[in-house]
């Protein structure tokens, strides 16, 4: 039998174990924390178990609580694909959905898409930039690109890039009149812009993660300027505005054509790395088993050649 289940309230708990944060899991479906919080504890009244472990640095599943996040994100999957599979029967060209963030978008995925689309003509890629990954939970996605750990329960999960950490600028800063970068000191006459990255747990690549795993001292700078997205700070390096902390797959380009220099060449490895994510059923389907095949290829690409 069926039973009549709480299914919004399923869903909350499912991003609330997964992010491992009541106010993750609001970002992630647009809602208030005091919401995610109050249908967490409907369900653990509805089911007689205590399912999350709340504390200060956030929300911890119990035993119960992971066997039923796994459980829903199993069959949040399985419908998803399932539903895909039937609306794609009679279609001759199918899209594939793809989620990721607007960074790595604009400055790794979008800059290769030609080349999938001359050697896949017959497949059409549509891609979804969001900061949350919510797309994928909500099956509104085929496959995403997330950034951080690799922490998601109940999903196929696969690293595509890992990450190096070094200053870029433009190359006019170079020059004696702009203040020049030799050393590391010398950034106190400069502008350090800063990517406001999410919290995905573990360290943060910042700035001062970079300093103290180089083993250098961070002088205060001149000034910085905060963005909230990563293509704004990339694109704020090239324009000349400051020194940026580049995170290797999204100023690789710029790099090589010239657009950016690294004056220190002083190479940090990131703690955070690409993730592909799917359901664990996703990659039956041979569309998108074959865009993940090509995401790796490309990768492999950049990998052999940092």
Known sequence: ?????????????????????????????NVTQSAISQQV?????????????????????????????????QGLGTISELCSEMQSRKQRNVTIVISTLPGFAVNWLFPRLI???????????SIHTNTSGGDLVAGNCDLSIRYGLGSYHGMHVEK???????????????????????????????????????????????WSFWAERAGVHLPKPRNTRRFGQSNMVVQAAIEGYGVALGRSPLVEAALADGRLVAPLNVKVASPYSYWIVCTKTALQTDRIRQFRDWLRHEAAGIEAHP
């Open 160 to 206: 595509l890039l890992s990450e190096t950490l070094i200053p870029v600028c433009a190359p006019g800063l170079l020059i004696a009149k702009a203040g020049g970068i030799s050393a590391v000191g010398d950034l106190e006459r400069h502008t350090l812009l800063i990517d406001d990255l999410s919290d995905y747990g573990g360290d943060l690549p910042t």
């Open 115 to 125: 080349r999938f689309d001359q050697a896949k003509p017959d497949l059409q890629v």
């Open 1 to 29: 039998m069926i039973r009549n289940l709480p299914f919004t309230t399923l869903r909350s708990f499912e991003s609330a174990a997964r992010l491992g944060s009541i106010s993750r899991a609001a970002t992630e479906l």
């Open 41 to 73: 504890k409907a369900l653990e009244e509805w089911t007689k178990c205590s399912l999350l472990h709340r504390g200060r640095s956030g929300s911890k599943p119990t035993d119960d609580g992971a066997a039923l996040a796994l459980a829903i994100a």
